[in-house]
């Protein structure tokens, strides 16, 4: 075992049998004689890992025949400039779901290449929740609907999956893939960097409908067309080779929990165990409205900010790092992302407990 548990909202931990498989293939994939990182991306080797990464990914998430899988780069952050460029398709605007810091550098992105038109916005309550759908003032010519799954740092996630009719339905899954079922059918795309909950940074993936490619204004650069990555297979130049082997071992691993199912249900039982505590006491606050709560990250508060640093400082004692919350939101926040232990969300909850008593 680890001296530590990692709260980071990413990178992020990782589970461990990956770790020591990579670490004992380090100098000698598969008697290669090399380690990932030095192989050719046109090599049949990495070209092995490449090609099962994707197939066990589209296996994981149930991708339907129809879709595209692309391992680009760029982060989630550069998806806020692709998703326009390549789906605007010369209608008026896009519209966006507003839930929080996420979705507003979505937003302010695509107002570099249309219109933005926001649906619904969670800010009259400091985005501490979702808008239900039936409030959403959606346009039916909309080129999509965009919406963040999970915002990282406010801690409210959708439980459901929004009925975009016939425009297509686009979700930044940056800090909830994998971690729940999800109907890929329903979206156009869906795009996630890794480093939350999948793999090292460096590597992001997108999942696109083969019917949106393809619609690009001349004048767009090479690299940002889906099409042309699709077309190319993500090989159009070298792609962040040792971040898709990683992943595809986490992808591996997560077979062995049991698929997104298994991991579903033990990411419930590790969000109720911390949601239960913080909710039985006065002492520790979190805001967000119940049934948007994310499972991924739970951002709280301290009765008083002066214990802020005390509280740091004594779990980082007890081998308990990267608590710190969100600058913009301040108090604490825990990860709890498909690789922490419930032993480390129990760790962490045993030690809130003890705190309350020394303080409270
Ligand atoms: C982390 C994160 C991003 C930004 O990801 P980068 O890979 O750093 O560009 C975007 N959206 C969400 C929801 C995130 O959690």
Not at 53 to 70: F, H, N, T
Not at 164 to 191: E, H, N
Not at 256 to 262: I, L, S
Request: neutral net charge; contains cysteine.
């Amino acid at each position: 075992m680890r001296k530590v548990f990692n709260f980071s909202a990413g990178p992020a931990v990782l589970p461990e049998e990956v770790l020591a498989q990579a670490a004992a293939e380090m100098l000698d994939w598969h008697g290669s004689g090399q380690s990932v990182m030095e192989m050719s991306h046109r090599g049949k080797e990495y070209m092995s890992i490449h090609e099962q990464a994707e197939s066990d990914l589209r296996r994981l998430m149930g991708i339907p025949a129809g879709y595209k899988v692309l391992f680009l780069q760029g982060g989630a952050t550069l998806q806020f400039a692709m998703v326009p460029a390549n789906l605007m398709r010369g209608k008026a605007g896009a519209d966006y779901v507003d839930t929080g810091e996420w979705s507003r550098k979505a937003i302010k992105e695509a107002k570099l290449f249309g219109a933005v038109n926001v649906v619904a916005s969670s800010e009259d309550r400091r985005f501490t929740y979702v808008p239900p759908q039936s409030a959403w003032k959606t346009s039916r010519d909309a080129a999509y609907l965009h919406y963040c799954a999970n915002e990282t740092i406010g801690g409210v996630e959708f439980g459901w999956v929004p009925d975009a009719g016939d425009v297509p339905l686009v979700a930044d899954i940056s800090s909830t893939f994998l971690s729940r079922p999800l109907d890929v059918s329903k979206f156009g795309l869906l795009y996630g960097g890794a480093q939350k909950n999948i793999g090292p940074a460096g590597l992001t993936i997108v999942i696109v409908r083969e019917d949106l490619l393809g619609h690009t204004p001349k004048g767009t650069p090479t690299m940002l067309d889906y099409k042309v990555q699709a077309d190319a297979d993500s090989m159009l130049n070298t792609p962040p080779t040792y971040a898709v082997y990683i992943a595809g071992l986490v992808f591996q691993w997560l077979e062995r929990q049991g698929g997104v199912a298994g991991i579903e249900k033990r990411n419930i039982e590790k969000a109720q165990l911390l949601y239960d505590y913080l909710d039985g006491t006065q002492f520790y606050r979190n805001p967000v409205e119940r049934a948007d709560r994310s499972r991924m990250n739970v951002p709280f508060t301290l009765r008083d900010a002066a214990l802020d640093e005390p509280f740091l400082k004594g779990a980082k004692e007890r081998g308990m790092i990267q608590l710190k919350g969100h600058r913009s939101v301040g108090g604490m926040r825990a990860s709890i992302y498909n690789a922490m232990p419930i032993e480390g969300v129990r760790a962490l909850v045993d030690y809130m407990r003890e705190f309350e008593r020394q303080h409270g």
